[in-house]
Each structure stands twice: as C-alpha cells, then as structure tokens.
C-alpha cells in the first residue's frame, strides 16, 4: 500500500485545516476508503480521521422541531433509536436495508452521504474512468452496465450513486451542515451531490477540506411518519447494493395527499427526488391510478445508458408500490427484512 | 508447528459402533477457537512476503516492468520476473500426467489471460510487497481479447471432463424425435462461476539447503508432492507438504496451480522462507473455475409423455493454452429411460485461466439444463414434472445398458415429495399466492452423481497399549474428512474412536487420492478398512497360533475385534485384549498396510451412481421480480451414511449452492477485455443467510454390495445438482415465465407480470 501520513486532529479547525492540503481525505470509518486505497482507486498522501471529535456523534432536536444528526452517528445507532426510528421510519428502513450488520456498525452518516459509485469501471484501474481519472474516458460506456443510471447521466460518465440512506433523506428535504475554510455554512442534501455533466470527477459541492459535521431534518419532515416506506430491489434478500429503490412518504389528510414525497435510488449519480411526481400527487386521492400517473411523471426524462432499459420499467414499478406501501400506512414495526419486497410475507400460501 | 494429532480433541458422544454416529467436528474446537492452523497463519522466523503482480489484460505480452521503481520502494527485497527468476527443472507446461495443471510460473512474458500472475514482489511486510506490485506499473502489447461462448471457431475436444469420451450415444435419435408426438427444443445458458472458497489460495514455503517444506492447502497432497518435486528437480523425500486443514476448496485445490510455485520460488530467489497469499481479486485467473455452457435439449415424447429421444448438445471453452471441457451434456447418460439418447460437446478457446473441476463439473452445469428442459417437457405434456419423471425413471442405466449397483431414488421421490407436500401441487404455472400477494412456485429436480473411487494407501497399527493408529494422507477441505474417516479407521480396528490416533494431512503419509469427485471418503475409507483388517489379521494370527491365548485354534472360525478385544466369532465368551495379546508376544506394536481402489470387475457390470430428489418453493414478486427460495426439501441416497452429521452439513451445502447456482453466481466478464469486473465477495453474489430458506435433508436409506466394502458413495456434490433446477423450475411455476440463462435475472420475470 501507498504510504501515507495519518493525523488526528483534535478540534474541527484542525481537521480542516490538515484536510484542505491538496492530497488529504477525511476518514471516518474507512468502510469504503480503505477498499478505494486497498485497491489502488484512491491514493491518498495524508489521512485525516474524523472518528476522534468530539461533538459529532449527537442525535438531537432542535427547539424548532427539526432533528440533528452528528455525523460521527454510526448508521446502525441511528437506525435503531427508537424515537429516530418512530419519526423517520422510511430513513430507519433505509439504513437497515444497507450493507450488512458489521458495515453498518461502523459506517458514518457523513461517510454514508460520501460513498463513492460502485461503477466496476471505478473500481478496476485498468479500466478507462473519467471519474477516477478525469478525461481517460469512460469504459462502462459499451461494457457491462446493467446496473447503471437511467437518469441525470451523460456521456461522460453513466454511474450511479449506491446510498440507501440518502434517498428518503433527500425525499424529506434533509440538509448538510458544512465546516469549511470559510466556516460553517448548509446546503439541501439534493445539492450536495452533482449530476457528471463534463465532469464526473466532482461529485460533489465540498470544497477542499470541507467537513460535513451534520445532517439536518426539517421540522415537516417528521410529519409523514404515519406515511412513509423506503423500498430496495435487490439481487439477493439481503447485503446487496439496490438494483432501484425508491422512498416514498406521503401526509394524508381527509382521505387526500396534502403532499407527497418521493425519491429514487439507483438510478443517477444522485439520489433522485421526483419532485414533478410528488405535484402530481398533491391534493388527490391516494389510488392506484394515481400512484401511476406519478411513476410516469418520475421517470419522464429516463432513458437507458446500456443494457439498463429493464431499470426504467423497474422504476416505475418500485414508484407504484413503494407508494402504495406509504399509503397503507407505516407498521407498527419495522420488518425484518428492512426494504425488502418480502417485507410483509407471511408464509402462509393460497391458490 | 507441531504436527496435528487430533486425539487431543475433546472426547465425543459415541453410542455403539462408530460409523453412522453423527459425531460432531473432531477438529471443531480448534477451529472454533482459532488454534486450527491453516497455511497462512504460517510465520516461520525469517519469513518474506511476496506479492503476485497480475496482468490486466488477457492477451499479449509484457513489454516492461518497472522492476527499478519496485526496488526502490522501502521493505521490497527482490522483484521475480520472467527474467530474473531461480530455473525450473522443467518446462511448466509439460504435461507429463494428466494431472498436469498448465500453470504461469513465469515461464515467459506472453499474457494469455486477464489476471495472469507476471512478476512477484518479495518484500519484509506485506503492506511493501503490495505497493511493490502496485509500482511495477506493467506496459503492454495487447491483442485483441478471445471471449465469450462464440470467440472463434469451434471444435470437438478429444475427451471431456476427466477422461470421458466427447460423444456418446444409444439408439437413433433422430428417428426417436421424429416419431414424437411433443418435441422440445430448447438452449440454456450457465455463466463462468469462480470456487471462492473462503480460504484464499496460500503457500509459506521454506527451503533448507535442497530440504523444502511447504504449508499449503490442498486437496492432493501427494499429486503436489510429485508435481513440486518434478519441478524442482528434487526427490520426493526432500519434501515435506503440511496441508492440515483447508477452509474449502471445492475442486480449486485440486491440481497444483501456478501461485504456490511462485511462492516456492521465491522462497528459493530470496533463500528465506516466504509467505505468498492470492487476494481474493486473484483468485479469478489462475487457480480454475467452472467454465460456461451454452446447452441445447432436444426431447421428444409420445402421446403417453414416454420419452422417445434425448439430444443434449453443450458448448463450453477452455484456455488457449490447456485442455478442461465442462462435461456438460454428461448429465443426461444416467437419469431417464429414453431408447436413444446422444450426447456431444464442442468448445472454443477463449482469454481465460484454464477452467478446472468445480464442486459437480458437468453434472451441477449440465443437470440444470436437463432438469429444466425434463420440466419443460413434462408441462408440454400435460403432466406433473413427479409423474413424468417417474414415468421415466431408468430401471437400468440409459446409456449403457448396465444395472444400477444400487438405486433407491424413487423412494427419494416418494420421501422427498411426501415431506414437502408435493401432492397438492397444481399443474398450471402461476397458481398460488401467498397472503401478501407473492407469487408462490413448486419445483423439482432430480439430482446425481457417480460413485467413484480412486487409489489410496493407509497405514494401521495396534500398540503394546492396545491403541491403535491410522495414517493416511488424507485432506479435511471442512467437510469432516478427519471425523468420518476416524470413524471408518476405528471400526477397521475395533476401538472407541478416541483410543486411535488419526494421522492425515501431511505428505509423509500414505497416498490417499484426491479428495475430489465425491469419493475421498469412499477411497480412503476403503483402504484404512482394508489396512484395519490386515492388522487386525495380524494380531489374530499372533493369538489364534499362541497355546496361551484363549483363542488359540480359533483359526477356520475366526475372530471379531470389538472394543479393543479379539473375540472368537463362535464362542463371544472367549477373547482377550490387544494389549494382553502383545504383550505376551513380546510385541511393541503390530502394524499393516491396507489399499482402496475401484473394482473393475463390479464397474465393468455395474451403473454406480447416487441419487436424489429435491423440491423447492420461491416467491416472486410480481412486478418486481425479485425471487426469494422459501424452502426445500432433499431426499437423496447415497449408500451408507458414515456420520450423519456431516453428511447432512454436505448435502445442506450443496443445495445452497444450488439455489446460488439458479439465482446468484456469475462472474461478470467484460466484453472487451475479458477482465472479470466483480472480483469480490461484495458483488459476486453468493447466497446470503436472508436467501437461505430453512433446509431440510432426507437420507433414503440404501445398502450398496457393489461399489466398494464399505457401500460408500460420497455426497460432497450430489447436492448441487437437481437442487439448480427445482429452484429454477419453482421460478416459472410461479410466474410462468421460463428462464433459460442463469443466474435467472429480474429483468428476465419483468417481462411479464
Ligand atoms: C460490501 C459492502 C456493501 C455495502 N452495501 C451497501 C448498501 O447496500 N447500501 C448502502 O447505502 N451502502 C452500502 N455500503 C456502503 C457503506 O454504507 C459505506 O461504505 C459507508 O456508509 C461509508 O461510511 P464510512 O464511515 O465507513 O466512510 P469512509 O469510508 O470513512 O469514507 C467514505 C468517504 O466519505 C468521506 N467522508 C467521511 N466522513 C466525512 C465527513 N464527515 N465529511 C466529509 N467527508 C467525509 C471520506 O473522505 C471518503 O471519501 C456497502 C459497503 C460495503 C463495503
Ligand atoms: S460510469 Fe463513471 S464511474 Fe463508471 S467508468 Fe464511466 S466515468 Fe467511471
């Protein structure tokens, strides 16, 4: 492996600082860092571990109802916090659809929010990759891309954004508390992570040496606990990335959408909130039909970037059900197959 | 590291006699407590790390290295390459049995494979060695790559699998297809899948002056043994190979591949010992894998759904440089009483490793295909797929004529469909729903494998304490080899399990085959039976000749060992102990040698096969496509069941991959370069514990005079075979939809909904 200095910087100034130098990377858990520097994707000069600051790994709520989450959170302490839970179920169901027991145990939020695409061409160095190598081309493009984007790509780049957690949290408006060189500032979630354009090597809008130290829930967002689901098709039960996946979360009023959410995962270099779909659905009864109509809205603009068209129809799907699943309602419970089309099976079988 | 005796492992529940007791894991505690040591966990004093650099394309050559650039990276040693690299005593690619595994032991600079070790760093930590290869940053000439099923011309390869003829056929299948009232035609496809067992390939080799010693796992201690000694020009005596456990290796393990020979050379260039581990990511390339298939049935039917014809075809590739075929089309010899059946093979030479055996070759590729297309016809028929098949089922061994030594399948059906309430199957596809909505689907497969046995040796001997010991090479992959075997090695000498002394794993002991092709325990439990019996001869002979004994004269009747005491056979009253027998003689200790080897006579008469038949359910979502295996019943016979516990570990294993087989594996070859782009347990999906449904195995019971005196007939790969196809088959009776290219895909059942 690539030497490397590691530090560990006491206060978030300091992290900043000693990130912000050309060469650095933030380490959280590593859970994806060390597998990029493992296999040569990333070749850091200088490692700067966040996993030692203090006051990153609160969960809290805000007096104006909106909840805090450090980012040093690890995705399964947040996952299991019963109030957490109760209040964002979808985000709940996410993070537990994700990875596995031991991955979850340590990931991070903010590490979680900053994985890198899982675009086999990324991974594999002999492979041409504007995103690893800005301007080296793009050998997903023409090789095996059933998995790839079917929105937001573009010639350069056809990747996908792999985070469970990041979709209902886009869905429900979160935002990312920033620390950077020039303080601290915030940004929507749907901001942060950039569409390839030309240049598929910035992914997202950090800045050298920006620390994402919180994610942020709106004080709305708590409302569509009653109404929310997050569902992952995925090609074994459990401890597979999403072939597509969808969160869907909706506030029911006198038997109407008074308004609605929906994001995509799976399907683009972000995770996609379908905000066309969710004005489709203001304001009216929440039917099959109606369900549809908004599948359609959301993936409009989709279109296949290799042998990936399966993904569009799939979406669409997901849409449908992931909305009729927030219809019904939200479980009492959590399933024990977070996300998962056997959510609810019950065994029992009829003809 | 001492050498293993694993009668230091805690006593065990035994009740009566030892075979057919399901004794747990004799090495269980080690393994479970981190003592067992496996090749890796190595580290004699003074030891290097050596790192393969591979290459990254598939076909061309190395133009350059930056060997200086390597060098200069603090920790590294010494840089192998094609160039600079201690002489072998023979070309590599010899072949001088066959047996030989071609293998890259840096022969040249020509690259035939994607993967392909080309240089090896050795440096004092493996963090150097690593950034070392990483540094060699290799420039190439590349040729455009030969991949996939259709790279290039095909042909008929000369033999396939081990030794099986090309072509076999019985009867005229042609006309057969023509006089058929339903006739299918139908082509499957089976992706190239990777062993992956969870030990990674590993050597820590040591040479002292021309003495060599070696820790590596392998499932063929004395093949390595010759095939190391050949190569390096030493005599086999100056080796010593420790292969204590192995954490799988499901037919990767087999022949010696290319990476411990570079491991062993490098320990010879740098004159230390030193350790050499495949990543997982190196593992796909020069250690085998089962190659595709592309399958095409041809069966017809009459108006009864009475087979008339069974024409199974299967294209397969091998590497541009070695000979493995995927005996694909060999699957449909056994099962099914057509009056004519052809099978046949072609191949391609693709920018590949070279494929090799993988758990089942032939039977796990070719019984999906088979199984598939049997259900495809039972349903053109009309029939239920139990029925047809039973309507079929081959009294005698469709393509040779011969009786079946043994063959208790129907009453696997009968069981197997029983247990998992078969009967209340409908015919239709797409009938049943579960309370949430999900399609519910039943399917079966019959499965299969020979019975086969191989050569081994062992040793026995009774001591003046009246212990006993047992050596014989033999290899524990985890599959209990150490437990079963014990087992057989105690009843050979008539003591309690924990009274003898198992030796195996090591070189120096005798020749127990291959554990391979199902029949490890069969051989070897064949010839530590024998090698029990001899020495138990032996010991009688020195009582029933001792006016002292109280058996002396017990001669024409005979004499029984049982716990630790010879008895006469006609009077169990009078006997005496082993002990008390040397002692009087004078004896420290009686020993004797024993051998298990097939039965020529009984094959030439005899069909040797096991059997089973599984049964599974899955779920599909409807509009989503995803399948989930929500159970499945196995019923399989297999001769006598030595420990029913590992037995039912084998079985359970096999089925899972199975279900792999149907729904998960692949390795995903780029198009282009041939570079296999899921090299990692992330994202070569193998089942996960959420896909595996509660399992449960039947073992039909069957006494089998035939195949060898112990009427064993090996269960490591039966398991895999039917178990595929009744996943499969479960797949389209619930959605109705028929997938014939496997892993069976979501985006195949969003066709339809
Ligand atoms: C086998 C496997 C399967 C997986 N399956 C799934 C899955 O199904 N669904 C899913 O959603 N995820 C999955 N993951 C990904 C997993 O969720 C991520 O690896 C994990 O969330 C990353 O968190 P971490 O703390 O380990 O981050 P690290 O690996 O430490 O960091 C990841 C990146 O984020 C940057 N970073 C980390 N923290 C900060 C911060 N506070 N501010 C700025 N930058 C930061 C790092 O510099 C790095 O670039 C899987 C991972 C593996 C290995
Ligand atoms: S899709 Fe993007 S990440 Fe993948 S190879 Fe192309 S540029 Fe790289």
Redesign the pocket.
């Known amino acids: 492996m690539k030497p490397f200095d590691y530090v560990r910087p006491a206060t978030v100034t300091e992290a900043v600082a000693a990130?912000a130098q050309p060469g650095a990377?933030?380490?959280?858990?590593?859970?994806?860092?060390?597998?990029?520097m493992k296999g040569g994707v990333?070749r850091p000069d200088r490692l700067?571990d966040?996993?030692h600051l203090d006051g990153?790994d609160g969960i809290e709520r805000l007096a104006d109802g909106s909840l805090r989450i450090g980012?040093?959170v690890?995705?399964a302490d947040l996952a299991h916090d019963a109030d957490f839970a109760r209040s964002y179920p979808a985000v709940a169901e996410?993070?537990l659809?994700?990875?596995?027991a031991q991955?979850?145990n340590?990931?991070?939020?903010?590490?979680?929010?900053?994985?890198?695409t899982?675009c086999a061409y990324f991974y594999d160095t002999a492979s041409r990759c504007n995103k690893r190598e800005a301007g080296s081309g793009c050998d997903a493009r023409g090789g095996e891309n059933r998995t790839h984007a079917v929105l937001g790509w573009s010639e350069s780049c056809i990747a996908t954004h792999?985070?469970?957690?990041?979709v209902p949290l886009v869905a429900l408006g979160a935002v990312v508390e920033?620390e950077g060189r020039a303080g601290r500032r915030e940004i929507a979630l749907d901001e942060l992570h950039r569409l390839p354009g030309d240049t598929p090597e910035r992914e997202s809008a950090?800045e050298p040496g920006?620390?994402?130290?919180a994610v942020r829930l709106p004080p709305a967002a708590r409302e569509f606990a009653p109404h929310a689901r997050y569902l992952?098709v995925?090609e074994r039960t459990s401890?597979?990335?999403?072939v597509v996946s969808a969160a869907a979360a909706l506030r029911i009023e006198n038997g109407r959408i008074a308004e609605a959410r929906l994001a995509l995962?799976g399907v683009a270099a972000k995770p996609w909130r379908a905000s066309a779909a969710e004005d489709v659905l203001k304001g009216v009864a929440p039917t099959t039909d109606a369900f549809q109509e908004a599948a359609w809205r959301a993936l409009t603009d989709a279109k296949p970037s290799g042998d990936n068209a399966f993904k569009i129809e799939l979406a669409r799907r997901i849409v449908v059900r992931a909305l009729t699943l927030a219809a019904a309602g939200t479980p009492a419970r959590l399933p024990a197959l977070p996300a998962s089309p056997f959510a609810s099976t019950s065994g029992a079988i009829h003809a | 590291m001492p050498e293993l005796n694993l009668t230091s492992a805690p006593a065990h529940l035994r009740h009566g006699s030892n075979i057919g007791q399901p004794l747990t894991r004799r090495d269980g505690v080690l393994k479970v407590t981190g003592q067992a040591t496996y090749a890796a966990d190595n580290h004699p004093p003074g030891m290097l790390f050596a790192v393969i650099a591979t290459s990254s394309i598939a076909r061309g050559r190395v133009a350059s290295l930056d060997v200086a650039a390597a060098k200069r990276h603090p920790g590294v040693v010494d840089v192998m390459t094609s160039d600079h690299k201690p002489p072998l005593a023979i070309d590599p690619e010899i072949k001088t049995n066959p047996f030989v595994f071609r293998m890259e032991a840096l022969q040249s600079n020509e690259v035939r494979y994607a993967n392909q070790p080309i240089a090896v760093v050795i440096a004092e930590t493996l963090e150097a060695a690593t950034e070392g290869a990483a540094l060699l940053a290799p420039r190439y000439e590349t040729l455009p790559a030969l991949i996939g099923l259709d790279a290039g011309e095909s042909f008929v390869p000369p033999v396939v699998g081990v030794g099986n003829p090309t072509e076999n056929h019985r009867g005229d299948v042609e006309a057969g297809l023509a006089s058929a009232e339903t006739q299918i035609d139908a082509t499957y496809e089976t992706p190239p899948q990777y062993h992956n067992a969870m030990e990674p390939h590993a050597v820590v080799a040591h040479w002292d002056g021309d003495k060599l010693s070696v820790d590596m796992p392998t499932q063929g201690l004395k093949l390595s043994l010759a095939r190391i000694a050949e190569l390096f020009g030493i005599a086999h005596d100056k080796i010593h190979i420790r292969s204590p456990f192995l954490g799988g290796g499901f037919g990767s393990k087999g022949l010696m591949g290319g990476p411990p020979v570079l491991g062993i050379m490098a320990a010879k260039l740098v004159g230390k010992p030193v350790k050499l581990v495949l990543r997982r990511e190196q593992m796909y390339g020069p250690v085998g894998h089962r190659a595709p298939t592309r399958q095409r049935l041809r069966i017809g039917a009459d108006g009864e759904g009475r087979l008339t014809a069974l024409d199974h075809h299967a294209r397969t590739v091998s590497s541009t440089f070695d000979d493995f075929y995927e005996p694909a089309a060999d699957a449909s010899h056994t099962l099914y009483a057509a009056p004519a059946i052809r099978t046949s093979h072609d191949a391609v030479r693709v920018n590949t490793g070279t494929p090799l055996f993988m758990r089942a070759p032939g039977e796990a590729t070719g019984s999906i295909a088979l199984e598939s297309a049997i259900d495809e016809m039972a349903w053109a028929c009309g029939i239920d797929p139990l029925s047809f098949r039973l309507k079929n089922y081959a009294e005698v061994e469709p393509i040779t004529g011969k009786p079946f030594s043994s063959k208790a399948l129907r009453a696997c059906y009968d069981q197997g469909a029983a247990r998992f309430g078969w009967a209340k199957r409908p015919l239709q596809p797409r009938q049943m729903r579960d309370d949430a909505g999900l399609l519910v689907g039943w399917g079966m497969g019959t499965a299969t494998f020979p019975a086969l046995m191989f050569q081994a040796e062992a040793r026995a001997a009774i001591r003046r304490d009246g212990s006993g010991v047992m050596e014989i090479g033999a290899h524990d992959m985890g599959q209990g080899a150490w437990t079963a075997l014990a087992q057989i090695a105690a009843d050979a000498v008539g003591l309690d399990v924990d009274r003898v002394t198992f030796k195996a794993g090591t070189s120096d002991l005798p020749d127990a085959g291959i554990a391979g092709g199902s029949a490890h325990t069969a051989t070897a439990g064949a010839a530590i039976h024998s090698a029990g019996a001899a020495v138990i001869a032996k010991l009688a002979d020195l009582a029933t000749n001792d006016e002292r004994s109280p058996l002396f004269g017990a001669g024409n009747a005979g004499v029984i060992a049982r716990d630790g005491r010879l008895i006469r056979r006609d009077d169990e009253s009078r006997g005496e102990s082993y002990a008390e027998i040397l002692a009087r003689a004078g004896v420290a200790e009686v020993e004797a040698h024993g051998t298990g080897a097939p039965n020529p006579a009984a094959m030439e008469e005899y069909a040797m096969h096991a059997h089973g038949a599984v049964f599974a359910e899955v779920k599909v979502d409807p509009e989503l496509g995803q399948v989930r295996v929500t159970r499945m019943v196995g019923a399989f016979a297999a001769g006598r069941i030595v420990n029913p516990r590992m037995v039912q570990s084998q079985l359970f294993g096999g089925m899972i991959w199975g279900l792999s087989f149907a729904l998960h594996e692949e390795a995903v070859t780029d198009r282009r370069s041939g570079r296999i782009m899921n090299a990692?347990?992330?994202?070569y999906h193998v089942p996960v514990n959420a896909d595996v449904p509660p399992l449960d195995v039947i073992t039909v019971e069957e006494h089998d005079p035939h195949v060898n005196a112990l009427g064993i007939k090996g269960v490591g790969e039966i398991g895999i075979t039917g178990s595929a196809a009744a996943v499969a088959n479960a797949v389209w009776h619930a959605t109705g939809v028929r997938v014939r290219k496997f892993p069976i895909r979501i985006e195949e059942l969003l066709a339809q909904r």
């Open positions: 990130a990377v933030y380490l959280a858990a590593g859970t994806n860092l060390l597998d990029l990333s700067v966040v996993t990153l980012a040093l690890s995705n996410a993070l659809s994700g990875a596995s991955l979850r340590a990931a991070t939020v903010g590490g979680n929010l900053l994985q890198r899982r792999p985070s469970d957690f990041c920033i950090l920006d620390l994402i130290v992952k995925r401890y597979a990335f999403a995962g | 990692n347990l992330g994202e």
